[in-house]
T-cell receptor
C-alpha cells in the first residue's frame, strides 16, 4: 500500500489531496487518522470501486474511489485540527461475510501539518 | 458502543517476557488483532485471533483471549531491543460493519539492556 505524499506542510484554508494505491486487487480500502494518545480512527472507507462511506470522523474530509486500486483523501479547506498522521489500509475482504479473515494492510502514513 | 483500552507504556529488560494487555467492550467482532508500529512506519500486522478461540501461539508471540472478561493479551517471549515499538490492539469486523477496525490507543514498549 503506497501513500503520497509522505510529508506535507500547508496553511489553513488550502485544498489538498493525499493518494493511496494498492496493487493487490483489494476490494476494501480505508483512511484512518492517528493522533497522539489515541488509536487510529476511521475517516472514510470504500467496499469497492465507485463506492465510499463515512467512518467515525468524516467531517472535513472527502474521498473518491474512481479506480479499484486508488483511494483518494481530500481536504477541501485544511484546518489546524486536521494536523495528524494519516494511514491508508486495504484488504481483499470487505469484512461483511464473516468466515475467512483477510486482514488489512497499512501504508507507511502521511504526516500532515497545517499551520 | 465499541471501545478498546490499553495501558500506554511498558518497560522490560532484554530477555524477559513482555505482556501487553487490552480490554474491549463489543464482543460481536469476528477477530482481535495485534499490530506493531515502529517509528515513522505504518502498522504491521503481528498476529490475530478468531473471537471463538482462547489462545494462539506464533513463535515468540502468544495471544490469550478471555471472552468472559473481554480481555486480550499479547505475550512476547525473550523480548529483544528490536521489539521496541508501539503495539496496537484492535477488534473487527463487526456485524454489518464491513471491515471496520476499532483500535486502542497503543502501548509503547521500551526494551532496555
Amino acid at each position: 500500500v503506497t501513500q503520497n505524499p509522505r510529508y506535507l506542510i500547508t496553511v489553513t484554508g488550502k485544498k489538498l489531496t493525499v493518494t493511496c494505491s494498492q496493487n493487490m486487487n483489494h476490494e476494501y480500502m480505508s483512511w484512518y487518522r492517528q493522533d497522539p494518545g489515541m488509536g487510529l480512527r476511521l475517516i472514510h472507507y470504500s467496499v469497492g470501486e465507485g463506492t465510499t462511506a463515512k467512518g467515525e470522523v468524516p467531517d472535513g474530509y472527502n474521498v473518491s474511489r474512481l479506480k479499484k486500486q486508488n483511494f483518494l483523501l481530500g481536504l477541501e479547506s485544511a484546518a489546524p485540527s486536521q494536523t495528524s498522521v494519516y494511514f491508508c489500509a486495504s484488504s481483499y475482504s470487505r469484512g461483511d461475510q464473516g468466515g475467512d479473515n483477510q486482514p488489512q494492510h497499512f501504508g507507511d502514513g502521511t504526516r500532515l501539518s497545517i499551520l | 458502543g465499541e471501545d478498546v483500552e490499553q495501558s500506554l507504556f511498558l518497560s522490560v529488560r532484554e530477555g524477559d517476557s513482555s505482556v501487553i494487555n487490552c480490554t474491549y467492550t463489543d464482543s460481536s467482532s469476528t477477530y482481535l488483532y495485534w499490530y506493531k508500529q515502529e517509528p515513522g512506519a505504518g502498522l504491521q500486522l503481528l498476529t490475530y485471533i478468531f473471537s471463538n478461540m482462547d489462545m494462539k501461539q506464533d513463535q515468540r508471540l502468544t495471544v490469550l483471549l478471555n471472552k468472559k472478561d473481554k480481555h486480550l493479551s499479547l505475550r512476547i517471549a525473550d523480548t529483544q531491543t528490536g521489539d521496541s515499538a508501539i503495539y496496537f490492539c484492535a477488534e473487527g469486523p463487526f456485524s454489518g460493519g464491513y471491515n471496520k477496525l476499532i483500535f486502542g490507543a497503543g502501548t509503547r514498549l521500551a526494551v532496555h539492556p
